[in-house]
């Protein structure tokens, strides 16, 4: 895979988008004392190349009703189970997050419910998916660290 070259100006921009990524490409060009155009081209070449994918919204679970987090720990029969179980899994809406893993579980996920007897409903229907021998559950008392943007900051600042 080639790594895609970009500039003080691009740093500049995905700077300021990964803040909020609705900031208007207008207030970028004034900041960066550049025109609006080119902000959309060099975006565009961006998305273009796949270093921007897309745009997220985050949501305040909390004030949803879904402040419930769980991590689940899966322990499969056989490991060539493993694509099946992450296809039913991503039939669970509430299963937000999962990886394959090396270690104790095969497959790692978090959940997110509206409170305990909620979770313990979701992992029953973890606990159903045929492949799935046991699994090893999780209670997130409090979500600490979820910060993103610190990560993308210092890889931009790297590059």
Known sequence: MTKVKLDEIDHQILDMLIDNTR??????????????????VRVKKM?????????????????????????????????????????????????????ITTGKFNIFCKIRARDTHHAKNIIFKIDDIDGISRTETMISLEESINDKKRLMHTIFNEL
């Open 23 to 40: 900031t208007p490409f207008t207030d970028i060009a004034k900041k960066l004392l550049i025109s609006a155009g080119t902000v959309h």
């Open 47 to 99: 998305e273009e190349a796949g270093i921007i994918q897309g745009s997220s919204l985050t949501l305040d679970y909390v004030k949803l009703g879904y402040s419930f987090i769980a991590y689940v720990g899966i322990f499969l029969e056989k490991t060539h189970q493993t694509k099946f179980v992450l296809e039913r899994l991503a039939g669970i809406p509430y299963v937000t997050v999962a990886h």
